[in-house]
């Protein structure tokens, strides 16, 4: 990832990262055909900056372009671990509500978690916490 001419590196994922990742798509896209449902897509969200995220769901866009403007964002959602924590919940949340990006989820499997959070003039808002196991079907 880009962050203002600097590179975010982060530690690769697990297998457990990459069950919820699955089944937060699957449960996002339930229905929809109307939108987008893309993991580890780069989104720019500014001049010199582009993130990662997990998994976003998007609007319209050129499905053979290598980035997603953050205007065609509609959710971007990260799924935490301890080595990314604070970077999800600080710089990325940040960045997130700067690029004018709608919603924001975030995943705490640690805690069983899902933070569903709302672009209001002051930045995310939290909306509801639920279960990530009742959103996801899997009891990790």
């Known amino acids: 990832e880009l962050w203002d001419g600097g590179v975010l590196s982060c530690p690769r994922d697990t297998p457990r990262h990459q069950l919820i990742l699955n089944a937060l798509a699957n449960a996002l896209r339930a229905n929809r055909t109307d939108l987008n449902v893309i993991s580890g897509v780069p989104v720019r969200l500014g001049p010199g900056r582009i993130a990662v995220p ?56 640690e805690r069983g978690l899902l933070h569903s959070n709302m672009l209001s003039a002051q930045g995310y808002v939290e909306q509801s916490v639920m279960q990530l196991v009742r959103v996801t079907g899997l009891d990790l």
Do not use: F, N
């Open 54 to 109: 997990d998994l976003i769901i998007a609007g319209t866009i050129d499905l053979d372009q290598p980035l997603v403007e953050a205007q065609s964002v509609r959710l971007v959602c990260e799924i935490t671990s301890p080595a990314s924590a604070t970077v999800d919940w600080t710089l990325k949340m940040h960045a997130y509500a700067q690029a004018r990006i709608p919603c924001y989820l975030v995943a705490e499997p």
